[in-house]
């Protein structure tokens, strides 16, 4: 991906949070230059990534493979030092935009529609193998409630309501057609998307960058050492 494109996203993305009445933490609007006079004292942020996180997952084309997360809190797999058992982010979805089919060995996660469009979910579970579970039906909690679904089955996720997805369970997910940009949240076990990831097909999960221009703000795998 290009800087510039990521920077134009970065852009869109702060302007439909705003619209939406979602305040974020200061760190997230840091520029590069800020970043430089950071000290140790702001190493939970750098070590667990918290911040920007944009991926067109290797498609090229952000706008139909794509995803933009924004990690507000999170804990760590490896140094114990950070305690927190739970993540959260926030994720902007568009129409038709599509998260490929993936799931989390470790992480369990609620994703809640916090308003704008509908979220589309496509769910299988997974076999020993780690391959789609064709015959057995999927169990889906949604706020409170629970219900089966055959696999391949696809969950409408309207603003308001949120969505449960066990370690193991393969989901894709896109927004509604017709119905607008999303808004998500995520709250989560402890999250680290360079080892908990499993995508059905081969998948980029961070971006090679082009720098055509310079950053707007950096992404969480971008921050300088202290």
């Given amino acids: 991906m290009k800087r510039s494109e ?7 993305a702060v302007a439909f949070i705003d619209k939406m009445n979602f305040k974020l933490p200061p760190f997230i609007f840091w520029s590069p230059e800020e970043w430089a006079t950071k000290g140790k004292e702001y190493d939970e942020i750098r070590d667990n990534m918290l911040g920007w996180d944009i991926t067109d997952f290797g ?3 952000y706008d139909k493979v794509g995803l933009l997360m924004i990690t507000i809190r ?23 935009q599509i998260t490929p089919y993936h799931f989390h060995w470790s992480k369990m996660e609620d994703i809640i529609n916090r308003g704008g469009g509908n979220l589309l979910v496509q769910v299988y579970n997974s076999t020993p193998d780690e391959e789609f579970d064709m015959e057995t039906p999927v169990t889906v909690n949604m706020d409170g ?14 603003p308001g309501e949120s969505i449960s997805l066990p370690s193991g369970l393969y989901h894709k997910f896109w927004g509604e057609k017709g119905t607008g ?10 999250n680290d998307d360079r080892v908990d990831n499993r995508f059905h097909e081969p998948t980029g999960r961070f971006p090679d960058i082009e720098e055509d221009e310079p950053a707007l703000y950096l992404l969480g795998n971008e921050y300088p050492e202290a």
């Fill in 6 to 12: 990521l920077n134009n996203i970065m852009r869109e």
């Fill in 59 to 61: 498609s090229g084309d």
């Fill in 74 to 96: 999170n804990g760590n797999f490896n140094d114990p030092k950070y305690v927190k058992p739970y993540a959260e982010k926030l994720l902007i979805v568009k129409e038709e």
């Fill in 145 to 158: 409630y629970e219900f089966q679904v055959e696999p391949g089955a696809i969950v409408r996720v309207k």
């Fill in 181 to 190: 940009m999303i808004l998500l949240g995520e709250v989560s076990k402890v």
